[in-house]
């Protein structure tokens, strides 16, 4: 066993004790939460929830941030493969100018566990708690009527093996929505930036004007904005 393979299966015992310990009793099912695109300057805020299977070693699961984008294509087919249920949620631009960004990055959030657990429920399952990457999205409720424990872990895509597999699918996700709208608006570089504020999307913007899919709100110290 190499060295770099050792350390995969070290990182990956240690996110998994986590949540462990936060998930100990059999049948209790634990879901992780995270999002990505809350700086971008264009594109939706995506967040993903990810209820994985007890089996699980994720080895080579981390931080999506930590990861090379061919390492996260890789681990998300495997996340996907050994998950009871992985729940995506969305917020576009124009909603993002609506509510702001933080309350559109709770909203995903929201959108995410409800996704999950309705795929639990089909299969007569229910998610136990749910752990969030720092974001305190106040109380949630099942269809029935009960209470989902939701707790808010800081930095939690680096503690938890349930967060960071929800970073990695959020981030894929959102990269292969940014990449499809780099066919459409090539003038941006979405195929490099994801949507964020980098020099050649900045130039972008200055020759080409904004996108339906920008958000005005994050663009409006830019002088002489002008709509494509």
Request: aromatic content about 4%; overall charge negative.
């Amino acid at each position: 066993m190499g060295v770099r393979e050792e350390k995969a299966i070290i990182r990956a015992t240690e996110l998994r004790d986590f949540d462990s310990e936060l998930c100990s009793f059999e049948g209790e099912s634990l879901a992780g939460v995270d999002e990505v695109g809350r700086g971008c300057l264009a594109g939706p805020v995506v967040c993903a929830c990810v209820v994985l299977r007890g089996g699980y070693d994720g080895i080579g699961v981390d931080d999506s941030k930590k990861l090379s984008e061919k390492k996260r294509e890789q681990l998300f087919g495997s996340i996907i493969e050994n998950a009871h249920a992985v729940g995506i949620g969305m917020v576009d631009n124009d909603k993002i100018d609506e509510i702001n960004i933080l309350n559109a990055t709770k909203l995903a959030m929201r959108k995410a566990i409800s996704d999950a657990e309705n795929q639990m429920e089909e299969t007569g399952n229910k998610i136990s708690k749910v752990l969030i990457d720092a974001v305190d999205i106040g109380e949630m409720k099942t269809k029935s009527g009960e209470t989902i424990e939701i707790i808010p872990i800081v930095k939690g895509d680096q503690k938890s093996m349930a967060i960071a597999a929800a970073s990695i699918v959020a981030k894929v996700t959102r990269d292969r929505i940014m990449i499809e709208m780099s066919r459409k608006y090539p003038e941006y570089g979405f195929e490099k930036n994801k949507g964020y504020g980098t020099k050649e999307h900045y130039t972008g913007i200055e020759n080409a004007g904004i996108t339906e899919i920008h958000r005005k709100t994050f663009l409006k110290n830019i002088p002489n904005v002008r709509e494509r």
